[in-house]
């Protein structure tokens, strides 16, 4: 029996439909009785195609004795996918004819010939690819569109940009407006499967108009495309591993940014990380205030390292308590024989699974600490009473010395810079090294910074009604009591039943 395989990645107006393969294959046919097998949106450059797998089933059944194709491409774009193709073919006794070629595999030149037009039909697919990938990077580095969908909060709209059209984004308002409470959700202590959940409850679309997931919060409040990106923005995208094509002056809190990697290694249109990516400013506005999008970065950053195993429907001191070695706290359960239904809530160090704590073993009951935490919140809260604006202190020391500190990095680079144009080779290297290690002090600085700064926008912002608290304290949900502790209280350090509780500077 005789086969007619044919293959059609996409539409397009220049290109041969299935139809037309068909209609010729047919012709090259001696019977009418063959039997079609069309792949229809798959590319040629692998065999995983679902008629193409079909087809070579029957082959293997010894079911065919010719395959009729339109053109040697439309099997295969791959050598070495093709000469594997033609064992098999060889093996069960199979002839393969192209109706353009016009070569018969029953001979030695024939056979010759097809070696010689799969390479270069390969060289023809390796040289696409590479202009397809050089045409990707360029436009990234120039900021222009990538293709794919418009991100959530956005439209495509058409622009031109050096004379040819191109697209860039236009906010949407009212998404725009729903990105906002998103980041600001976020960073207020809303977790990204509450956030998910709220969204798909208020029936929000994502911008493919599928549900949402805290995966597709999680890479909305990740991607840069968002922020007005400004020079603080720059340092935290670069300590994060990104190639920049900009300078930092070019940062002016306008623009978002583009982030794209490897075509091999991108998944559509998801962004995930900085590493081994590079960005750059858009042609488009920002949506998210830069402090704002770099809060939600470093709450996402604080909680990579450590995850709450279920701490959080457990206390309202989430987050907050550490042990004196710096690791967070999980909780163990446990209850007695004489009462199984009453369970035992106690903190254990999370370093003690890798021996990292040097601290006596202690399993400090959680009500305990909620006892003693909570004694003191009202305490504080108390000498709270009658302030009508609860405001961070506007000139916090602590940001002012890290910005002073910032300035004589600053001052170090640019003296190392100007010796470096005098140096030699041999002192060069060392000088390079030391302006690396300044650059990386500056990161962290910034990053300090960025930290206490969101301290202060989750006190200042908070809009506590402290009266209520304190008469409402004990009918509060685990959440609501949760909220009021993050808007108040810095952090909690423990050694055993010892507490030091850390509260936000008030005004």
């Not at 308002?173 to 998910?196: C, K, V, W």
């Not at 709450?308 to 429907?313: A, D, E, H, K, P």
């Not at 961070?392 to 170090?412: C, G, R, T, V, Y």
Request: proline letters at 2%; glycine letters at 6%; charged letters at 30%.
């Amino acid at each position: 029996m005789e086969f007619i395989y044919v293959r059609q990645s996409v539409d397009k107006k220049d290109s041969i439909s299935i139809e037309t393969q068909i209609e010729t294959c047919r012709r090259k046919a001696s019977s009418d009785d063959v039997k079609i097998f069309a792949d229809k949106g798959f590319s040629g450059k692998s065999t995983d195609r679902p008629e193409f797998q079909h087809m070579m089933k029957e082959v293997r059944k010894g079911k065919v004795s010719k395959i009729i194709i339109y053109k040697l491409d439309r099997i295969s774009r791959s050598l070495i996918d093709f000469l594997n193709m033609r064992q098999e073919f060889a093996k069960y006794n199979v002839e393969l004819q192209s109706c353009m070629e016009d070569f018969d595999t029953s001979t030695s030149i024939g056979k010759l010939l097809l070696n010689i037009l799969m390479m270069f039909a390969e060289m023809e697919r390796e040289t696409i690819q590479k202009r397809i990938k050089d045409n990707y990077y360029a436009r990234g580095e120039k900021g222009l569109y990538l293709g794919g969908y418009a991100p959530f909060g956005y439209e495509k709209v058409e622009t031109s940009w050096g004379g040819k059209k191109t697209y860039t984004f236009e906010e949407k308002p009212e998404e725009g407006a729903i990105l906002r409470q998103i980041y600001e959700e976020y960073t207020d202590g809303a977790s990204l499967a509450e956030i998910a959940r709220w969204l798909t409850a208020d029936r929000i679309k994502t911008a493919r108009g599928d549900r949402w997931s805290p995966n597709t919060v999680s890479r909305i409040l990740k991607n840069p495309v968002y922020v007005k990106a400004n020079a603080e923005v720059y340092n935290y995208i670069l300590s994060k591993g990104a190639e920049m094509n900009n300078p930092v002056e070019d940062y002016t809190g306008e623009n978002g940014c583009l982030a794209y990697g490897s075509l091999e290694k991108r998944t559509g249109g998801k962004f995930v990380n900085f590493q081994n990516y590079y960005v750059t400013i858009g042609l488009h506005k920002g949506i998210i205030e830069p402090s704002l999008w770099l809060a939600a970065q470093h709450t996402m950053d604080s909680k990579t390292h450590h995850s709450n195993l279920g701490t959080g429907s457990m206390t309202w001191l989430q987050g907050l308590i550490k042990c004196k070695c710096g690791y967070n706290y999980y909780i163990k359960t446990c209850s007695n024989k004489s009462s199984p239904d009453k369970v035992y809530r106690y903190l254990y160090c999370r370093g003690r699974r890798n021996n990292s704590c040097p601290y006596p073993r202690t399993m400090v009951e959680v009500s305990r600490v909620e006892a003693v935490v909570e004694h003191e919140l009202m305490d504080y809260l108390n000498q709270l009473r009658g302030v009508d604006n609860i405001k961070i202190k506007k000139d916090n020391p602590k940001i002012n010395a890290l910005k002073i500190e910032m300035a004589k990095i600053d001052e170090k680079i640019d003296r190392l810079i100007s010796r470096l144009m005098e140096s030699s080779d041999i002192t060069a290297g060392y000088l390079n090294r030391s302006i690396e290690q300044l650059h990386n002090e500056k990161k962290e600085t910034v990053q300090a910074i960025a930290q206490i700064q969101l301290r202060e926008k989750r006190v200042a912002e908070s809009g506590i009604d402290i009266d209520y608290v304190i008469h409402n304290w004990h009918s509060l949900t685990l959440e609501e009591k949760k909220a009021v502790a993050k808007h108040i209280i810095d952090h909690i350090i423990s050694e055993g039943a010892d507490l030091e509780i850390k509260f936000y500077d008030i005004d």
